[in-house]
Structures are given as structure tokens and as C-alpha cells.
């Protein structure tokens, strides 16, 4: 059974940094696309960042810049670095896993939550 899960969240003040943690277990990342997502309250999820097989990073506009999408195929786990963390960064933070080839499969981490405050 694939799992993935965050670690990483908390409270934080605006300016600051938190490192999110994704790992995986009952498969290989390696042969997924990761990717971060985030919800507002009320809000549908948005896209925030990705990170190829390969490597190509791509950002959302608004964290463009700040944060910094990773992998460590060997520890099967996915980062995301949060740099100047603004109060309009809060959310909860869900990690995903797509595999867009052959047989198509797509997994969710359970969310964990960031909140941006002084």
C-alpha cells in the first residue's frame, strides 16, 4: 500500500522558514513527478510546486522565488523549502505523487498545516 507522509508544519512568523518533509513508503518515487499543494479554508486545493523524474522544478507564481522544491530518490522523500513565509502562506500543505505514464496512479499525503503568524 503506498502512503505518503508530511512532516515539517507548524507555526511560524512571518519572515521566517519551515522545511516540509514528504516520505513515502510502498513505492519508489523515482518514477513519479512530486508535486506540493495547498488549501485555504473554503478554498479548492492549488498547485504550488512540482519537481519532475528528471529533476525541472516549476513554481506557482506567489511562491516563486521563496520556496524550493527537492528530491532525495535515496531517502524516497520530497521536500519543500518556505522562505519568507507570508501570513497569506497559510494553509494546509498536501504532497502528491503522479505517475503519468503506462498505468496512470496518483497519491495524496494526508496534509499537514502551516500557519504564518506573529
Known amino acids: 500500500q503506498v502512503q505518503l507522509v508530511e512532516s515539517g508544519g507548524g507555526l511560524v512568523q512571518p519572515g521566517g522558514s519551515l522545511r516540509l518533509s514528504c516520505a513515502a513508503s510502498?513505492?519508489?518515487?523515482?518514477?513519479?513527478?512530486m508535486g506540493w499543494y495547498r488549501q485555504f479554508p473554503g478554498k479548492q486545493r492549488e498547485w504550488v510546486a512540482g519537481i519532475t523524474r528528471g529533476g525541472t522544478t516549476n513554481y506557482a507564481d506567489p511562491v516563486m522565488g521563496r520556496f524550493t522544491i527537492s528530491r532525495d530518490n535515496a531517502k524516497n522523500t520530497a521536500y519543500l523549502q518556505m522562505n519568507s513565509l507570508k501570513p497569506e502562506d497559510t494553509a494546509v500543505y498536501y504532497c502528491?505523487?503522479?505517475?503519468?505514464?503506462?498505468?496512470?496512479?496518483?497519491?495524496w499525503g494526508q496534509g499537514t498545516q502551516v500557519t504564518v503568524s506573529s
Open positions: 502528491n505523487a503522479i505517475k503519468e505514464y503506462g498505468l496512470i496512479s496518483t497519491y
Open positions: 510502498g513505492t519508489m518515487i523515482s518514477i513519479y513527478t
